[in-house]
């Protein structure tokens, strides 16, 4: 949330219509950054590090409308797509990202999970050890990387 390169959006409530405590229904956190894809080359991405909501304001579509600005100004600036991760005990949050289009990130090292699409994968996961730095023991992965297309990467290939 610190870092110099954090980029911020904030939505508040309608002037006269937020709760005494806070005007902010939420903010999402991003960073513009270069992910590597699946064939180990440079990808320009809209990472989504944090999305908060307020109490008051969820199930209100303030997620939503913050999540579409991610996407429009990662869009805008020729972001081939965001990129974010989520806890796999957030069965919420994993359903909220499904509904608006997001699926497993082909770099995600949990290739499926029952509540989301798994994007195409371009190869197999790497069985050595030599490419997947992950022992057996190292298995028990408790997150997803989730990933949505943005349309400018579509349209300038």
């Known amino acids: 949330m610190f870092h ?14 937020h709760p005494p405590d806070s005007p902010v229904a939420g903010f999402a956190t991003f960073r513009f ?3 590597p894809d699946m064939e180990d080359e440079d990808e320009p991405v809209a990472y989504l590090y944090e999305l908060h909501v307020s109490p008051q304001s969820k199930q209100k579509g303030v997620g939503s ?5 991610v ?24 359903k909220f990202y499904a509904r608006l289009d997001y ?35 190292d298995r028990d992965i408790d997150y997803l990387i989730l990933s949505k297309i943005l349309p400018s ?5």
């Open 103 to 137: 699926t497993i990130d082909p770099t995600s090292w949990i290739a499926s999970h029952p509540l989301i699409t798994t994007a195409p994968r371009s190869e197999a996961p790497a069985e050595d050890d030599e490419q997947d730095p992950l022992g057996p023991e």
């Open 153 to 157: 990467s579509t349209n300038s290939a």
């Open 71 to 94: 996407e429009a100004i990662g869009s805008h600036w020729s972001m081939k797509k965001v990129m974010l991760t989520v806890l796999t005990v957030n069965v919420n949050a994993i």
């Open 4 to 17: 110099h390169d954090a980029r911020f959006l904030i939505a508040s409530h309608l002037e006269n219509q």
């Open 65 to 69: 409308l913050l999540l579409r600005g």
């Open 33 to 35: 950054e270069v992910e």
